[in-house]
């Protein structure tokens, strides 16, 4: 600390401008998303290790065995590990909110005149953006090992909005569980614990036809599974609107079930 | 919203001198009474301090003014404007610095400020200007472009500070200001507190520490257990605990309990040591009790280094007050 200019403070007095929108508040929100991305891009390869080292391993470990070939292994995968990078992607969310609120930073947002979801709003805005460059990624590394989408361009583009949607969804419940529990370790330790057994239990990694019946009976109606066929469906360009219906049915209901959750736990804190 | 405390039927019309006005403040947090029904009228354009131990309350009370927590029991009108029923107007009024720099630690200092800048309403052109304005005032330009986590404590607390000026506010909280800051850092943000004080900013700040309070606040309420026990200037309270306080500092500190003991025979009432082990302070009345309560002293052979007669300190205020001292030794790191 130097110099008395500083502790004499010159400052003039400030009016409020005219009050920002809701809309413009959420974007603020979105920006302040990307210039986490800037600033932090290691957050990124923690999204994408797991799921690049799971195509990996899964593709050239278990693909043969599994589907004759590692080639029709990986054609059947893809758009499985899709869903489950963007399911495990929504826990970060969670902790991210968890960190921001754990430091203080949201008293800082609820004591502004701002539009009270427009910091969630801006999550939103980050995780979208994050689902995407982390789609995108395995994507890439997919065609590179010779996954090709039946679709093609316009079936991938079907494919990624139906991924958006999904962790828009699931995004509600980590931000539920960012908003409730105190520590973000403990966020990644609940979301991963209660994630793995419904991403396994599910028809992302084998065909469920092989399992016992009454395994097979929860995999059929798990939400992952459903999301998982759909997605396979749009990529090969075979979907049909029943398929997509239902990998949106969760989604949907985790919307409307969660968002009020999420403002009343918000006020209430 | 419980109205049935006391006096919660004020009107607000006569409080517009007041900057806060608060009556009957109840939080509670499952079977603790957090704060237990306070009243506070805060004047418009001056430093009002509250001061008390940790966990006595300060932090909810200051919380629930700045619309961050809800009363279950009270009510109050900052800068006009009901807590309750216009939150958003409040809002609009104030802005708070927390105890915890509320700061996003991966960005740089000057797009916090930006951030905060655009959410107030500004467009991007204003919203850097006034961003590049701030950090020349609080001598963060150069630090401008640096993430916040690479930042000092006293440059954390000048940002964050900071940012609660970026529309200047009718009431500006802190909450304990200088707690976690060395003396250095202390004595500026004490400086910034007064500018702004002088320029019109209503300030209501926290503090654990007794000579914060008396170094700054023109009125001071003393809390402990989630109530109010006393209010005043920093004059008032120390009149209030009587003057005639006689301070002695022992040759030998290992004597400390027997002088305690004779004082207190002599003199009655509490006597307060310092946390260093070699200090004694008592009430004594008059400056003839005194002698006769320092003779006892030297007739028992207990060799004085110094001794004063003086009014009591803003600590033996608090300790006449509370029954206890105003921290406790080796307490006065931030508590999470």
């Known amino acids: 600390m130097n110099g008395t200019a500083t502790d004499a403070l010159m400052l003039r007095p400030v009016a409020r401008p005219e009050p920002p929108s809701a809309f413009s508040n959420a974007l603020v929100f979105g920006w302040r998303a990307v210039l986490k991305f800037k600033h932090v891009p290691e957050q990124l390869f923690d999204l994408v290790m797991t799921p690049i080292m799971f195509t990996l391993l899964f593709t050239f470990v278990f693909g043969g065995a599994l589907a004759g070939s590692t080639g029709d292994y990986l054609q059947f995968f893809l758009p499985g590990i899709l869903v489950q990078t963007i399911v495990f992607n929504a826990v970060y969310s969670g902790m991210g909110l968890s960190t921001d609120l754990s430091k203080g930073l949201f008293d800082r947002f609820r004591s502004l005149p701002i539009w009270s979801l427009s910091p969630f709003a801006g999550l939103m805005v980050g995780d979208v953006l994050r689902h995407l460059i982390a789609g995108g990624i395995i994507l890439t590394i997919g065609l590179i090992l010779g996954y090709r989408p039946e679709a093609g361009i316009v079936g991938v583009i079907a494919a990624f909005a139906l991924l958006v949607a999904i962790g828009f969804g699931t995004g509600w419940l980590f931000i539920v569980l960012g908003l409730m529990v105190r520590t973000p370790t403990t966020v990644m330790t609940l979301g991963f614990t209660f994630l793995f057994p419904v991403v396994f239990a599910s028809n992302i990694m084998v065909d469920p036809a092989t399992m016992p019946a009454w395994l097979r009976a929860f995999v059929d109606v798990n939400p992952v599974s459903l999301m998982t066929t759909a997605m396979r469906g749009l990529m090969a360009g075979n979907a049909t609107p029943g398929q997509i219906a239902l990998a949106l049915a969760a989604p949907i209901v985790l919307t409307l079930l969660l968002a009020p959750v999420t403002l009343w736990l918000y006020r209430r804190r | ?336």
């Not at chain 2, 700040?205 to 914060?212: C, N, V």
């Not at chain 2, 002599?266 to 006769?292: H, I, W």
Request: net charge negative; glycine share 10%; proline share 4%.
């Open chain 2, 1 to 336: 919203m419980n109205l049935t405390s006391p006096g919660a039927t004020f009107t607000h019309a006569a409080q517009d001198a007041l900057a806060i006005s608060a009556r009957g403040m109840v939080k509670i947090f499952g079977e603790l009474r957090a704060v237990d029904g306070i009243d506070l009228d805060v004047p418009r354009g001056v430093i009002f301090a509250i001061l008390g131990p940790n966990g006595a309350g300060k932090t909810t009370l200051m919380r629930m003014l700045a619309t961050l927590a809800t009363p279950d029991a009270g009510s109050a009108a900052v800068m006009g404007h009901d807590l309750v029923t216009e939150p958003h107007a409040v809002r609009g009024a104030i802005a708070m610095t927390g105890q915890f720099a509320s700061l996003d630690e991966d960005l740089t200092g000057r797009e916090n400020l930006i951030l905060l800048s655009r959410l107030w309403g500004f467009r991007r052109r204003q919203a850097k200007d006034r961003a590049d304005e701030l950090l020349a005032a609080f001598d963060l330009a150069d630090a401008g472009g640096k993430q916040v986590k690479d930042y000092s404590g006293g440059m954390r607390r000048r940002l964050d500070i900071a940012a609660s000026l970026i529309v200047t506010p009718g009431v500006l909280f802190l909450d304990e200001p200088t707690t976690g800051l060395d003396p250095k850092a202390r004595q500026s943000v004490w400086r910034m507190i007064r500018s702004l004080a002088a320029s019109g900013v209503t300030i209501l700040l926290t503090t654990q520490y007794l000579d914060e309070a008396d170094q700054l606040a023109a009125r001071i309420a003393v809390i402990d257990h989630g109530r109010k026990i006393a209010e005043g200037t920093s004059r008032e309270l120390k009149a209030a605990t009587g003057s005639g306080f006689l301070h002695v500092a022992l040759a030998d500190a290992a004597r400390i309990d027997e002088a305690a003991r004779l004082l207190e025979a002599k003199l009655g009432g509490s006597v307060q040591r310092s946390v260093e082990g070699a200090e004694l302070s008592v009430m004594a009345g008059s400056p003839q009790r005194a002698n006769e309560a320092l003779a006892a002293l030297i007739a028992a052979g207990i060799e004085l280094a110094d001794f004063s007669m003086g009014s009591p300190s803003l600590d033996e205020v608090f300790f006449a007050l509370t029954g206890g001292p105003a921290q406790p030794a080796g307490q006065k790191e931030v508590e999470r």
